[in-house]
C-alpha cells in the first residue's frame, strides 16, 4: 500500500496538471471555433435549382412539418463567406399564422452538414415569438420573444412553439415576400448589434465578416462551454422523428434540369462550380484541434519516454524538432511550386497539407515525402556520430540528436499515414492496389503481436486503427480500376480539364445520382488524383525504395546494436571462460570409488525426502542464503537419528557422481552442526565432544568441495564447529585426551590446500557469475534507457576492448590466478607479478580477493583453535598459562596471549595485513575498473580458561 503510494500521487498531480491546463485549452478552442460571425443574403430561386441530393435530404423534414399543417412557401440559395453550400426553406401555417423555416448549411469550416428550424410568429404590434432549436445569437433583436435551445425531436420543438403562441390574439400572417423581408432585416439588426455591442469587429479585408474581440475570448468561454456540453452548439442532420432519406434513383441523374433542363455543358459547369465549393472549405477548428492534439501528444509521449527528468527541455526540442520537420515539405513543395503552399512557413498550423500538384512528377513527390524525416534523421546520426569521437559534446544535444533520430525513424514507418507509408504507396501501391490490403493486413496483425508481447495497450488501438484501413484500401482498388478505365489518364494536367471530363463521363453514363451522394466529393478528388499522377519510372521506384529502406535501416540497426551488442560480447566472454573451466575441471580430483546397490537405494531415498520436506525457497538472492539453515532446522525432528547413522564418505561419493540432488549434502551436514549447537548450548559435555569430533570427520569427508558455494556453506560450518571447541575448552570441559583427540583432527584439516581443487572453484565460480551478468545484461535490454544513445557509446567502448582482448593472449584474472598456484602450488597466495597478461572484468577482482580471504580466514581460525586447546592442556599440567606468549602466523597474522586486567585470559589475533589496498597486486586492479570493496581486517579474540563472559552458543 505505502509503496504504491508515491506513483498514486504522481498520478493524481498529473491527473489534476491535465485538468488545470487542458480544459482551459480546450474551452479556448471552443471558443475560438466562433470567433467569426458571417452576413447571410437571401436569394429566392426555384425548386428545380436546388440539387438533388440536397432536395432529396430535405424531404423528410419537408414532410415532418407538413404532419403539422406546414406547406412550402419559398426556396432560397444563401450567400455568405461562411457556406460552401447553404439553402432555405420558407414553410407556412395558415391555421396557426407561423412561419417555419429549414435551413441546410455546409459550412466552410470544415464541419459537416447540418439542417437548423426555426419557428416565427408575428404580432400586431412588431414583435416576433421565435423558437430557434440552436444558439442563433446572443444578441437577438429587441423585437424578439425568443427561446433558443436544442430540441431532440422535431415535435417538441412545434410543441413548445404552439404552447407559447396558443393564447396570443394578435397574430398576424404576413406575405411571404414581407416575411422573407423580415428576416433579411432581423439579419441585418443581429449584424449590428455584436458590432455595438464591442464583442465583434468588421474584418479589413470585408465588413460582412466580423472578428471576434480577443479581449472579449474569456467572456465567451464559459458559455460556450456550456453549450457545447448541453449539445447546443452541435447542430445535426437529423431528428429522432425525422425519417432517412430516401437512396438516390438512377434516373433522377438523367433529368440534368427539371423542368426548363439544362444542356449537358451546364450540368458539367453545375457540377464542377459545386465540387469546387465543397473542395475549398478551409479546416476546421476541429482539424486544427486535432493538430494541436497531436502535437501537444507526441510531447507528452517524448517527455514521459525521454524526459522525465527535464519535460521543459524535452517539450522545447521536441517542438523544434517537429518544426524542422514540418519545414522539411514545405521547402520542396515551395521549390516546386506546389499549389496552397503559403508563402510563410508557420509550423504547426497545418500549412502544408492542403497544398497540392497533382501532375507532379513521382521524384518531387518522392522528395515532398522524405523532405521531412530524412534531413532530421541524417543530422541526428551525424550528431550522434561526432558524439563518440568527441566526448566533450553537450548531453542537451546528444539528446536531441537521439529524439531527432526516434522522432523521423518513427515518421518513416512504412504504414499510412506516415511519410514512409506515402513513399511505399506512391511507389508501389498505386500501381499494385491489391497489395495494399495485404500488406496492411500484415502490418496490423504484426502490431498485435507486438502489443500482446510487450503488453501494451496503446499498440493495440493502433493496431485496431490500422486494421480499420482495409476498408480504405478496398476503395481505393475500386477508384484505381475507374481510373485506368479511362484512356486519357495521366496524360493531362489541366485539373479543371481533367474535372470537365470526369463529371461529363458520369452524365453520359447516367450516373449523375453519383454527384451528391455521401462524401462525392472526396472520391471525386481521390479519383482526380488518380487520373492526373504520372506514374514512376524503373529508376524512381528503384532509388526511392532504396533510400526508404537505407534510412529505415540506419535507425533499426542502431538499435540493434545497442540492444544484441552486450549480449553478442558477453556470450563470447561465456563461452571463453567456459573453455577454461573444462581446462582446470580435467585435473580435478575424480571420484573412482562406487557404492552398491543398497547404499544408491538407501541415499537417493533420503535425499528425496530431504527434497520433499525442504521449504520453499527464498526469491530474493540475500535472503537465499539462510535457505538451507532454515531447511535444516525445518527437518531435524525428522532426519536427526538417521543422519547419525549415516555413512559421509558414501555420501560425499553420492554427491560427486551425481547420483543425488547437490543441495541434500549441506542440509545434511547443518542438520548435525544445529545438533553440536544445541547439545551446547544444553550443556550436554559428552554429546557436544563426541558430536564435535563427529562434526569434523564430517567435513574431512565432504571433500573436496565440488562448488564455491558448496565451499562457503562448509567453511562457515566449520568456523562455527571450531566456536564450540574453542567454547569448551574455555569452560575447563576438556580433558588431555579429548584435547589430543581435537588436535589431532584440527591438525589434519589445516593442510595446504589442493591447487587442483581450488584453482577450478574458482575458476567456475567466476564462469558462473559470467553467465549469471549475461543473463542479466540480456534482460537488461527490455529495460534499457529509452535514452539509448547515454548509454551507447559505453557499450560500444566495451565491445571494442572485448574484440581487442580477444585478438590478445589476455586471460581472465581468475584463470591466471589459478594458473599461477597451480605451478606454484600456494593457494590463497597474490603474486606482486603475475607473468602473464591479465585483463580484469568488473567484479572479478572482488571475487578473487574474497575468495584468498576466505582461506585465510579459516586457516587462521583453526591455528587460533588449535592455539586455544594447546594453551588448555599447558594450563591443566602448570596451573596457570604461560607469562608470554606470541607467535606470528603465515598470511600475515599475528598470535598473543593477552590478561584483561589479569583475570581473563584470551588470544588475540591480529591482521597484519594493513588493509587491502596495501595488499592488492597492481595487476589486479587496472585504471579502468574502480578499487575493489574494501573488507575489515580479520581481527578475532578466542576466551581462554577463567574468563568470565563467555559466548554464547546459537541454535541455529
Not at 192 to 221: C, H, M, W
Not at 895 to 902: A, T
Not at 909 to 938: F, K
Request: overall charge positive; some cysteine; proline content about 7%.
Amino acid at each position: 500500500m505505502l509503496a504504491a503510494f508515491p506513483g498514486m500521487s504522481f498520478g493524481l498531480a498529473l491527473l489534476a496538471l491535465v485538468f488545470a491546463t487542458g480544459l482551459p485549452l480546450f474551452c479556448a478552442f471552443v471558443a475560438v471555433a466562433n470567433v467569426r460571425r458571417y452576413r447571410v443574403k437571401a436569394h429566392p430561386c426555384d425548386a428545380y435549382q436546388v440539387p438533388p441530393d440536397v432536395r432529396r435530404r430535405m424531404a423528410p423534414w419537408v414532410n415532418r412539418l407538413g404532419h403539422f399543417g406546414f406547406r412550402q412557401a419559398q426556396v432560397s440559395r444563401l450567400e455568405s463567406a461562411g457556406y460552401a453550400e447553404a439553402h432555405r426553406w420558407i414553410l407556412l401555417n395558415d391555421e396557426e399564422k407561423t412561419y417555419a423555416t429549414l435551413e441546410r448549411t455546409v459550412p466552410v469550416s470544415g464541419a459537416g452538414a447540418s439542417v437548423s428550424l426555426t419557428f416565427f410568429t408575428a404580432q400586431r404590434d412588431g414583435t416576433l415569438v421565435v423558437t430557434a432549436d440552436r444558439r442563433i445569437t446572443h444578441h437577438p433583436p429587441a423585437w424578439w420573444q425568443d427561446i433558443q435551445r436544442f430540441f431532440g425531436t422535431v415535435a417538441s420543438q412545434w410543441k413548445l412553439h404552439y404552447a407559447r403562441v396558443r393564447g396570443l390574439t394578435e397574430r398576424v400572417l404576413p406575405p411571404v415576400e414581407k416575411f422573407a423581408g423580415m428576416l433579411e432585416a432581423d439579419e441585418e439588426a443581429r449584424h449590428e448589434a455584436q458590432v455595438k455591442g464591442g464583442e465583434f469587429v468588421p474584418t479589413k479585408n470585408d465588413p460582412d465578416i466580423l472578428r471576434l474581440r480577443y479581449t472579449r475570448l474569456p467572456s465567451r468561454v464559459l458559455p460556450l462551454l456550456a453549450d457545447f456540453f448541453s449539445g447546443r452548439s452541435f447542430r445535426s442532420a437529423t431528428r429522432r422523428d425525422v425519417a432517412a432519406p430516401a437512396k438516390a434513383r438512377v434516373d433522377e441523374g438523367e433529368r440534368v434540369g427539371g423542368p426548363i433542363g439544362l444542356s449537358l455543358n451546364q450540368a458539367v459547369e453545375q457540377d464542377l462550380a459545386r465540387y469546387r465549393a465543397l473542395i475549398a472549405v478551409r479546416s476546421s477548428p476541429l482539424d486544427h484541434l486535432r493538430r494541436i492534439v497531436v502535437v501537444l501528444g507526441t510531447v507528452a509521449a517524448f517527455i514521459a519516454i525521454f524526459g522525465r527528468d527535464q519535460p521543459l527541455q524535452t517539450a522545447l526540442t521536441v517542438l523544434v524538432l517537429m518544426a524542422l520537420h514540418e519545414a522539411g515539405h514545405w521547402l520542396p513543395m515551395r521549390f516546386f511550386r506546389y499549389k496552397g503552399v503559403p508563402p510563410v512557413f508557420i509550423p504547426f498550423t497545418g500549412a502544408t497539407e492542403r497544398a497540392r500538384k497533382l501532375h507532379a512528377p513521382a521524384w518531387q513527390q518522392l522528395m515532398v515525402h522524405l523532405g521531412g524525416p530524412l534531413p532530421g534523421l541524417v543530422a541526428g546520426l551525424s550528431m550522434l556520430g561526432h558524439g563518440y569521437f568527441e566526448p566533450t559534446t553537450p548531453l542537451w544535444l546528444l539528446d536531441a540528436a537521439g529524439m531527432a533520430v526516434a522522432l523521423n525513424a518513427l515518421h518513416l514507418l512504412p504504414v499510412l499515414p506516415m511519410d514512409g507509408g506515402k513513399v511505399v504507396d506512391l511507389l508501389v501501391f498505386r500501381d499494385m492496389p491489391m497489395l495494399r490490403p495485404f500488406f496492411t493486413v500484415t502490418s496490423s496483425l504484426t502490431t498485435f503481436a507486438a502489443a500482446v508481447l510487450l503488453k501494451s495497450r496503446v499498440l493495440r488501438y493502433v493496431a485496431a486503427a490500422m486494421f480499420g484501413g482495409v476498408l480504405w484500401d478496398v476503395k481505393t482498388i475500386q477508384v484505381v480500376r475507374g481510373a485506368r478505365k479511362l484512356p486519357w489518364a495521366g496524360e493531362i494536367n489541366d485539373e479543371p480539364e481533367a474535372l470537365r471530363r470526369i463529371f461529363r463521363g458520369m452524365r453520359e453514363e447516367g450516373q449523375g445520382a453519383f454527384i451528391g451522394s455521401e462524401g462525392w466529393h472526396k472520391k471525386i478528388e481521390a479519383l482526380l488524383i488518380e487520373v492526373m499522377r504520372k506514374r514512376p519510372i524503373f529508376f524512381t521506384r528503384l532509388a526511392g525504395g532504396t533510400l526508404l529502406a537505407v534510412a529505415c535501416a540506419a535507425p533499426a540497426l542502431l538499435l540493434v546494436g545497442v540492444l544484441l551488442g552486450p549480449v553478442l560480447s558477453d556470450t563470447g566472454r561465456v563461452v571463453r571462460n567456459a573453455e577454461h573451466v573444462l581446462e582446470f575441471r580435467r585435473t580435478f580430483p575424480r571420484e573412482t570409488r562406487q557404492l552398491g546397490t543398497e547404499d544408491k537405494a538407501a541415499l537417493v531415498a533420503l535425499a528425496t525426502e530431504t527434497e520433499a520436506g525442504r521449504p520453499p525457497v527464498n526469491a530474493d538472492p540475500i535472503l537465499r542464503k539462510q535457505d538451507t539453515r532454515n531447511a535444516a532446522t525445518h527437518l531435524l525432528p525428522v532426519l536427526a537419528k538417521r543422519l547419525d547413522r549415516l555413512d559421509w564418505q558414501k555420501a560425499n561419493i553420492a554427491t560427486r557422481t551425481n547420483l543425488i540432488d547437490s543441495r541434500a549434502l549441506p542440509v545434511w551436514v547443518e542438520v548435525q552442526c544445529q545438533q553440536l549447537e544445541r547439545s551446547a548450548a544444553a550443556g550436554n559435555r559428552a554429546d557436544t565432544l563426541e558430536r564435535a569430533e563427529e562434526m569434523l570427520i564430517i567435513l574431512g569427508a565432504s571433500e573436496p568441495a565440488t562448488s564455491l558455494e558448496r565451499r562457503e556453506q562448509l567453511s562457515g560450518i566449520e568456523l562455527r564447529v571450531l566456536s564450540v571447541i574453542e567454547r569448551e575448552a574455555s569452560a575447563g570441559h576438556l580433558k588431555a585426551a579429548d584435547i589430543d583427540r581435537l588436535d589431532t583432527l584440527i591438525s589434519g584439516r589445516n593442510v595446504a590446500p589442493n591447487p587442483e581443487v581450488e584453482s577450478l572453484l574458482l575458476v567456475a565460480a567466476w564462469s558462473e557469475r559470467s553467465q549469471l551478468s549475461a543473463i542479466a545484461d540480456a534482460a537488461a535490454q527490455a529495460s534499457l534507457d529509452p535514452r539509448f544513445w547515454r548509454d551507447l557509446y559505453p557499450r560500444i567502448r566495451v565491445v571494442r576492448r572485448l574484440l581487442a582482448e580477444k585478438n590478445t593472449p589476455a586471460l581472465p584474472a581468475s584463470v591466471a590466478l589459478a594458473r599461477h598456484w597451480r605451478s606454484s602450488r600456494r593457494v590463497g597466495d597474490l603474486p606482486p607479478q603475475i607473468g602473464m597478461r591479465v585483463a580484469v572484468e568488473p567484479g572479478e577482482a572482488n571475487l578473487i580477493l574474497n575468495f584468498c580471504e576466505d582461506h585465510r580466514q579459516l586457516s587462521w581460525r583453526r591455528i587460533v583453535t588449535l592455539s586455544a586447546l594447546r594453551l588448555e592442556g599447558f594450563r591443566q599440567k602448570k596451573g596457570s598459562f604461560p607469562d608470554h606468549w606470541k607467535h606470528s602466523v603465515p598470511g600475515g597474522a599475528e598470535l598473543q596471549l593477552r590478561m584483561s586486567g589479569g583475570a581473563e585470559p584470551y588470544i588475540r589475533l591480529t591482521d597484519r595485513t594493513d588493509q587491502i589496498q596495501n595488499s592488492v597486486p597492481g595487476w589486479l586492479i587496472p585504471p579502468t575498473l574502480p578499487l575493489p570493496t574494501i573488507s575489515p581486517p580479520l581481527d578475532y579474540d578466542c576466551p581462554l580458561y577463567g574468563t568470565q563472559a563467555l559466548p554464547e552458543v546459537s541454535s541455529h
